[in-house]
Nanobody, 122 residues
């Protein structure tokens, strides 16, 4: 398990945007696969988007394709999730974790931080 800290959540109106950050400490993200997951009340945690920082391979859940973009910045050792055109159904606690399996965006180690709350509401 890697030490990662999420930030950037908040309250936004439908159609709005947020950018989540996943900052690594004590190691370089360059060769790891990192993923964003979310859990809404009463629902199971689901993989939203994953990226392999070594070769840039990405995965997006069907529900967020075309709206969310995952990216990495080696200089700041951070993975970002840009979320546009947010919908009420995107409301959840968002977590980042790694290493993950990019195909299918799966987290084999079941290790989670505190996450960051995203609420989409008018």
């Amino acid at each position: 398990q890697l030490q990662l800290v999420e930030s950037g959540g908040g309250l936004v109106q439908p159609g709005g945007s947020l950018r989540l950050s996943c900052a690594a400490s004590g190691f370089s993200l360059d060769y790891y696969a990192i993923g964003w997951f979310r859990q809404a009340p009463g629902k199971e945690r689901e993989g939203v988007s994953c990226i392999h920082n070594g070769d840039g391979t990405t995965y997006y859940a069907d529900s967020v394709k075309g709206r969310f973009t995952i990216s990495r910045d080696s200089g700041s050792n951070t993975v970002y999730l840009q979320m546009n055109d947010l919908k009420p159904e995107d409301t959840a606690v968002y977590y980042c974790t790694g290493p993950v399996i990019v195909v299918g965006c799966r987290a084999p180690f079941d290790s989670w931080g505190q996450g960051t709350q995203v609420t989409v509401s008018s």
